[in-house]
């Protein structure tokens, strides 16, 4: 009789625990696809200072997605109310080794289960342009003081673009922060005076001395600063990640702590520092990389459309 007892016992205690544990076993792996821009392709694959725009549909719906590439965060956000469609910018700089590597993603849905996901990226080599400029001396080969100098400017601007803000600002695509045509673009190899230099980290535009330079989104202004070789500079986060730069400029009409929006007025062009004359540089750093700013441009106006087209799918949904 004991005997039939305690199997009975054991028997509504496993089926009790089957029960309260039912939920989970119900409960599924999202299903995920990640597509890749430019090419709208499955395989990720982009070049030596190239950003790539990720892509991530689930078949349900997301609480919460973030990623991890070469030990760095990744910031993802969603672009519906429904949590099904998620995006991230990725970019890999101008010196990073090629091949396969993992971008690790996390997953948390609406009932706070977490949901671990990997998938393969690959960085190709590229061949920059090369460009040979003459310069005065003084301002290419420094003096222990004027390299001191410079050293100290690029420390600076490394600290204010490294933190990487979980906070997006921005909206929509990034936007010319000027006019003018391209001068120089971006990773060019440059020799000055026969002497091989760092390549560019930017883009150079043509300017006019004072012409309007504007924000290339919404933004926080994190420095002003007046270096030696890139004059009077400024640098806006973005947000997840991403800053923009705007060096030469002949005058700041914004402070650091400022907030600003796409568009607006941030300084006026000039020649300061190493520049024989007027004109931007204008660098973009995602994720503690310098990046093309050119193909970010892109990217982010087909990321507009794409974002556009959820929305107005999400609108539809809701109208009776």
Known sequence: MRKNWEIKSLFIIIFYGLWFLLP??????????????????????FAQG???????SSNQALKSVSGELWDKPVVFWGLEPEGKLWNAFIGSNLKQRTGKYWIKIKMIDENEQVFDWKSPVWVQTKTYPVQRLTMPKERVEFPPGVLEQVLKDNQTITESTSPINPTCYWQGKFEKPIL???????????????????????IDLAAELG???RATNNGKVVLAY???LIGKSLVI?????LYSFYCHLSEFLVAPGQMVSKGEGIGLAGATGSATGPHLHFGIKLNQNWVDPVLLME?????????????QGQTKKETP
């Open 180 to 202: 003018g045509e391209l001068t120089s673009p971006f990773g060019a190899k440059r020799i000055i005076n026969d002497i091989p230099k760092s390549p560019n980290y930017g």
């Open 24 to 45: 989970e076993l119900l409960l599924s792996e999202p299903e995920i696809e990640l597509k890749c821009f430019p090419g709208n392709s499955r395989k990720c694959s």
């Open 299 to 311: 990217l982010s106006q087909m990321l507009e459309q794409i974002t556009g087209q959820a929305q």
């Open 237 to 241: 986060d973005h947000g997840g990640g």
């Open 226 to 228: 007046d270096g030696y």
């Open 211 to 213: 012409e309007l330079v």
């Open 50 to 56: 190239e950003v790539c725009l990720l892509l991530l």
